[in-house]
């Protein structure tokens, strides 16, 4: 019922210097997102980036409820943000489905907001069986047919070149990034957006 928490007799509770970057980063996804098994919440690749950058940011990552409703891109597009970073592939529970919303999602932010970066993203593995080949193909095709619809703000970045730092090491279970896997995909995302930014 109560919360206490101890400072020292010097310290200063004031409001936090304003971010450099003040429209958010937006990121929506899965449980990766959310940063499901990272150690604590400063390690996500999102924290990670927004120290680098000092750049604010929103994560919309919900752990099994990340499924391109459209009651969420609905939400999404009207944000103020200055960037979208999406990766709900885990999420999806199946490659119909995958294949189904995936484009349906990126087509409605676009209508909405066509000078705003998308930055797609698959699932971070190093190492891709079958179905997450098939999950993958899908999402680079949605970023294939927006670039042959002319779009130029519009950016994918694979699964395994997320995990290029870790490779096989960067997960506690096959799925959820651990810290370094966290850091990796951090790494790579944060020197592409130094492009975008």
Not at 9 to 15: L, P, R, S, T, Y
Not at 34 to 47: D, H, V
Not at 171 to 181: F, K, L, Q, S
């Amino acid at each position: 019922k109560d919360l206490y928490i101890g400072l020292s007799k010097d310290a200063k509770i004031e409001a936090a210097e304003p971010y450099k970057y003040e429209t958010p980063i937006v990121y929506y996804g899965s449980s990766i997102t959310q940063g499901g098994c990272s150690a604590r919440p400063g390690i996500t690749y999102q924290s990670i980036i927004t120290r680098r950058f000092d750049y604010d940011h929103i994560n919309l990552g919900f752990s099994g409820s990340a499924r391109a409703e459209e009651a969420m891109y609905n939400y999404i597009k009207d944000l103020d943000m200055s960037i979208f970073v999406y990766d709900y592939d885990h999420n999806a529970r199946s490659i119909e489905e995958l294949r189904d919303t995936h484009e349906v999602m990126f087509k409605a932010i676009r209508e909405a907001r066509p000078e705003l970066p998308i930055i797609m993203m698959s699932r971070p593995l190093w190492i891709l069986n079958d179905s997450d080949q098939a999950r993958f193909n899908i999402i680079e095709t949605t970023y294939k047919n927006a670039l042959a619809n002319g779009d130029k703000n519009v950016y994918f970045i694979p699964g395994p070149e997320l995990m290029k730092y870790v490779e096989t090491d960067g997960t506690v279970d096959g799925c959820h990034p651990n810290d370094a896997g966290f850091w990796s995909m951090a790494k790579v995302l944060g020197d592409f957006l130094e492009n975008i930014i």
